[in-house]
Nanobody, 116 residues
Framework: QVQLVESGGGLVQAGGSLRLSCVAS????????MNWYRQAPGKQRELVAR???????SYADSVKGRFTISRDNAKTAVYLQMNSLKPEDTAIYYC??????????WGQGTQVTVSS
């Protein structure tokens, strides 16, 4: 079992920055893809950023050039640096750890609110 705890959300003005953190604890595979998802009110959850076990990253088109995903060397934490935030980035952000179809874990979510 793996537990994921997010932190770093909050209220920020448009154009500002926030850094989300997700710390993993417990026993899990050494190989995992770490993802950040978000869900805005009335919308489906969407994938924002992904980082593989080898450090390859990918982003949703809506955040490219503004958000950066990274992880620590021990691969126990993943971060999402969010710059040039827009009101449409307002959502609950969830950390996700994907090891296999049978082993996938979610954090509790952290609220990000961007005011105009």
């Amino acid at each position: 079992q793996v537990q994921l705890v997010e932190s770093g959300g909050g209220l920020v003005q448009a154009g500002g920055s926030l850094r989300l953190s997700c710390v993993a604890s417990g026993s899990g595979s050494r190989i995992a893809i770490m993802n950040w998802y978000r869900q805005a009110p009335g919308k489906q959850r969407e994938l924002v950023a992904r980082i593989t076990n080898y450090g390859s990253t990918s982003y949703a088109d809506s955040v490219k050039g503004r958000f950066t995903i990274s992880r620590d060397n021990a691969k126990t934490a993943v971060y999402l640096q969010m710059n040039s935030l827009k009101p449409e980035d307002t959502a609950i952000y969830y950390c996700n750890r994907y090891e296999s179809s049978a082993n996938e874990y979610w954090g509790q979510g952290t609220q990000v609110t961007v005011s105009s």
